[in-house]
């Protein structure tokens, strides 16, 4: 069964970090595009970040740029990502999801992703 399970998400104080995993399992994510997504209750997807599937390029929104950190470990076949100097505006459910990020598309079209882990910033 092609499946993705994040966790790592928590409740942490503005300038805190949380590293957040993504966990595969019914195909390598090393073989495809991987993306990280936010949603805010009531407010569209956002796009995090990005990870190329031949060369392991990165991208990342401006609003997150310079803060977090995609990364990929195909021994355990997991995507990871690193939030670091975090904001109250972080504050969202995060997805990771197989594919590339389409503007105004919904979750559930998104054909592997994962339940989301609640990322909550606050003091």
């Known amino acids: 069964e092609v499946q993705l399970v994040e966790s790592g998400g928590g409740v942490v104080q503005p300038g805190g970090s949380l590293r957040l995993s993504c966990t595969a399992s019914?195909?390598?994510?090393?073989?495809?595009?991987m993306t990280w997504l936010r949603q805010v209750p009531g407010e569209g997807l956002e796009w995090v970040s990005s990870?190329?599937?031949?060369?392991?390029?990165?991208d990342y929104a401006d609003s997150v740029k310079g803060r977090f950190t995609i990364a990929r470990d195909n021994a355990k076949n997991t995507l990871a990502l690193q939030l670091n100097s975090l904001k109250i505006e972080d504050t969202a459910m995060y997805y990771c999801?197989?594919?590339?990020?389409?503007?105004?598309?919904?979750?559930?079209?998104?054909?592997?992703r994962g339940q989301g882990t609640q990322v909550t910033v606050s003091s």
């Open positions: 999801v197989r594919g590339n990020y389409g503007l105004g598309v919904p979750l559930h079209d998104y054909r592997v």
């Open positions: 990870i190329y599937s031949d060369d392991g390029r990165t």
């Open positions: 019914g195909f390598n994510i090393s073989d495809y595009y």
